[in-house]
């Protein structure tokens, strides 16, 4: 096994243990606070009581402390539909409920309104905003999507957008090849191919959406470039065996490799080929979205 690919499962069985591993320091659980019936503001306890039901959601936070928490759990309300589109959100009520200080409450409604799911207005106050303005491709969203009652939207509309993008990005990739870029699908592939066979899903996981973020960097477009990010989220929560990348076998492997020997030899339509075929396991996919016909 090459130093990396015992690096990379080293560090992933530590993360799996409890231990921050790279690139993980500003993901860990947190105990959800302890809120006592006393201090809730009645209009929080009586005309919208969903509000009160934050507390029984098991919850992580990209962010650090309490600030981290508030926007988690109001993030995940939102996105459920507890907190509906133009529902009023008002400061002094959140910060009572979860006894958080003003500053907290500004600072969490500021990063919420900057993902589109709310707006503050003079006079008008904070009010949740409708779907058509979030900001769907922020990752917090595609997270909090994932785990709600939209899952099943979220999970097709990943796979749509894979669809759209990976293949492409394979052809583009074939010819900006780079000796170091190839040399590092490679390890992806090798690091995959050890996870699998010791049974280390979150390893392979980690390996997986490297691979796949690597190759849309390497297609040489920036706009490509800037949705990698997304592809990795899609992998991250998908929920379960959607494509080919869900599901750690030989075929799945096999398709992988495929691409970064097609990279290598700058063959752009067999790249876009072998990712077409990853991305294509089950029936449901494809009537999704169709693969073109040949001519």
């Given at each position: 096994?090459?130093?990396?690919?015992?690096?990379?499962?080293?560090?992933?069985?530590?993360?799996?243990?409890?231990?921050?591993?790279?690139?993980?320091?500003?993901?860990?659980?947190?105990?959800e606070?302890?809120?006592?019936?006393?201090?809730?503001?009645?209009?929080?306890?009586?005309?919208?009581?969903?509000?009160?039901?934050?507390?029984?959601?098991?919850?992580?936070?990209?962010?650090?402390?309490?600030?981290?928490?508030?926007?988690?759990?109001?993030?995940?309300?939102?996105?459920?539909?507890?907190?509906?589109?133009?529902?009023?959100?008002?400061?002094?009520?959140?910060?009572?409920?979860?006894?958080?200080?003003?500053?907290?409450v500004?600072?969490?409604?500021?990063?919420?309104?900057?993902?589109?799911?709310?707006?503050?207005?003079?006079?008008?106050?904070?009010?949740?905003?409708?779907?058509?303005?979030?900001?769907?491709?922020?990752?917090?969203?595609?997270?909090?999507?994932?785990?709600?009652?939209?899952?099943?939207?979220?999970?097709?509309?990943?796979?749509?957008?894979?669809?759209?993008?990976?293949?492409?990005?394979?052809?583009?990739?074939?010819?900006?090849?780079?000796?170091?870029?190839?040399?590092?699908?490679?390890?992806?592939?090798?690091?995959?191919?050890h996870?699998?066979?010791?049974?280390?899903?979150?390893?392979?996981?980690?390996?997986?959406?490297?691979?796949?973020?690597?190759?849309?960097?390497?297609?040489?477009?920036?706009?490509?470039?800037h949705?990698?990010?997304?592809?990795?989220?899609?992998?991250?929560?998908?929920?379960?065996?959607?494509t080919?990348?869900?599901?750690?076998?030989?075929?799945?492997?096999?398709?992988?490799?495929?691409?970064?020997?097609?990279?290598?030899?700058?063959?752009?339509?067999?790249?876009?080929?072998?990712?077409?075929q990853?991305?294509t396991?089950?029936?449901?996919?494809?009537?999704?979205?169709?693969?073109?016909?040949?001519?």
């Open positions: 096994m090459s130093t990396l690919a015992h690096t990379m499962m080293t560090a992933a069985r530590s993360s799996d243990s409890g231990l921050a591993g790279p690139g993980e320091l500003d993901r860990y659980p947190y105990a606070p302890q809120v006592p019936d006393r201090v809730a503001a009645p209009s929080w306890e009586g005309a919208d009581p969903d509000l009160g039901r934050v507390g029984r959601r098991a919850a992580g936070s990209r962010g650090r402390g309490l600030h981290g928490q508030l926007v988690q759990q109001l993030g995940q309300m939102i996105v459920s539909g507890d907190l509906g589109a133009d529902r009023p959100l008002v400061p002094e009520e959140i910060g009572q409920r979860f006894e958080v200080s003003r500053t907290v500004r600072e969490s409604l500021r990063v919420l309104e900057a993902k589109g799911l709310v707006s503050a207005r003079p006079n008008v106050g904070t009010r949740v905003r409708p779907v058509s303005d979030w900001n769907l491709l922020d990752p917090d969203i595609i997270e909090w999507r994932a785990f709600g009652p939209q899952r099943d939207d979220q999970r097709r509309e990943l796979s749509e957008l894979r669809w759209t993008i990976e293949p492409l990005a394979a052809r583009l990739a074939a010819g900006h090849g780079r000796e170091e870029v190839q040399q590092r699908l490679c390890d992806m592939v090798e690091i995959m191919s996870a699998m066979a010791q049974g280390d899903a979150l390893t392979y996981s980690r390996a997986d959406s490297e691979f796949h973020a690597l190759l849309i960097q390497t297609a040489g477009n920036r706009m490509l470039d949705l990698s990010g997304i592809v990795s989220a899609a992998l991250q929560v998908s929920g379960g065996p959607v080919g990348c869900d599901r750690a076998n030989d075929t799945s492997l096999a398709q992988h490799a495929r691409i970064v020997d097609a990279l290598g030899t700058g063959d752009g339509t067999a790249a876009e080929a072998a990712m077409r990853l991305l396991v089950h029936p449901e996919v494809e009537r999704v979205v169709p693969a073109p016909r040949e001519h």
